[in-house]
C-alpha cells in the first residue's frame, strides 16, 4: 500500500512544487514547472533514467571519481582550483554517460576544453534569482 501511494500514484496527485522564483534559464526546469508540461518533461526524462541506466551510470562516475581522487592526490602539495578540476570532473561524467566518450578531461586538461568552452561553467546564479513570488503562485508537494 505504501509503494502505490509514494511511488505510483504519488506523481498523480503531488506534481506540483514550491515556486523559487527562477528567470532566464531555469523558468522552466523539471523542479519548477507544474502540471501537463511537468508531466510532458517527466515522462521524457524516465526513459532516460531507468534502473539499468542508472546502475550503469553510477559504474562510470565511480570510475571518474576514483581517477579524480587519484590526480587530487598527487596535486595535494600544490594549490589547485577545486572549480577547475570538479568542471573537468562534470565534463568527462557528461561526455562518458551521454555520450559515451573518453575524454580524460582530469588528466588532460586540454581535452576539457575542446567539448566545453570555459565559460559554459561560470555561472552566475545570481540574475536567476528573482525578488518576488511572480505570478506562478505556490504549488501542492
Known amino acids: 500500500m505504501l509503494k502505490t501511494i509514494l511511488v505510483k500514484e504519488c506523481f498523480t496527485y503531488f506534481t506540483n512544487r514550491r515556486y523559487l522564483g527562477l528567470n532566464g534559464e531555469l523558468h522552466d526546469a523539471v523542479s519548477v514547472v507544474h502540471d501537463d508540461e511537468w508531466r510532458r518533461i517527466r515522462n521524457v526524462l524516465t526513459r532516460s533514467f531507468t534502473s539499468s541506466r542508472t546502475k550503469e551510470m553510477f559504474s562510470i562516475m565511480t570510475n571518474i571519481s576514483s ?42 586538461p586540454s581535452s576539457a576544453s575542446l567539448l566545453l568552452p570555459e565559460d559554459v561553467l561560470d555561472v552566475d546564479v545570481n540574475p536567476l534569482m528573482s525578488g518576488g513570488s511572480g505570478g506562478r503562485g505556490g504549488g501542492g508537494g
Not at 85 to 90: E, S
Open 67 to 108: 581517477k579524480l581522487t587519484a590526480s587530487m592526490q598527487s596535486n595535494a602539495n600544490q594549490v589547485i582550483s577545486v572549480k577547475d578540476f570538479f568542471g573537468r570532473y562534470t565534463i568527462e561524467v557528461m561526455a562518458s554517460c551521454a555520450f559515451s566518450l573518453d575524454v580524460d578531461a582530469i588528466n588532460d
